[in-house]
């Protein structure tokens, strides 16, 4: 069973940036398209981003495409997430999972990683 630490987060000012990072245990991480999802205080979790197997493929949401970018290195099984031109509306609790648009299963979710955006 593969399970998932996420790192990376804090406290950074509209306009900033921060890399988030998402190592996994486990031989078949690399086997699995990976995504980012986040969860604002009183809101459910939302997909962010997902990157395929080889990371040749990548999607995003609306509201992060063009400002966030995903990326995975297979050797360190490890998935990131670089946040530019960071808003107030991006504050949320960060996870790492399974892409949702090819799974119907997760791995156990981590513990998250906080993001907090001041205007």
């Known amino acids: 069973q593969v399970h998932v630490v996420e790192s990376g987060g804090g406290l950074v000012q509209a306009g900033g940036s921060l890399r988030l990072s998402c190592a996994a245990s486990?031989?078949?991480?690399?086997?699995?398209?990976m995504g980012w999802f986040r969860q604002a205080p009183g809101k459910e979790r939302e997909f962010v981003a997902s990157?395929?197997?080889?990371?040749?493929?990548?999607y995003y949401a609306g509201s992060v495409k063009g400002r966030f970018t995903i990326s995975r290195d297979n050797a360190k099984n490890t998935v990131y997430l670089q946040m530019n031109s960071l808003k107030p509306e991006d504050t949320a609790d960060y996870y790492c999972?399974?892409?949702?648009?090819?799974?119907?299963?997760?791995?156990?979710w981590g513990q998250g990683t906080q993001v907090t955006v001041s205007s």
């Open positions: 999972n399974k892409d949702p648009r090819v799974y119907r299963d997760y791995l156990p």
């Open positions: 486990g031989r078949t991480f690399s086997s699995y398209d």
């Open positions: 990157i395929s197997r080889s990371g040749l493929m990548r």
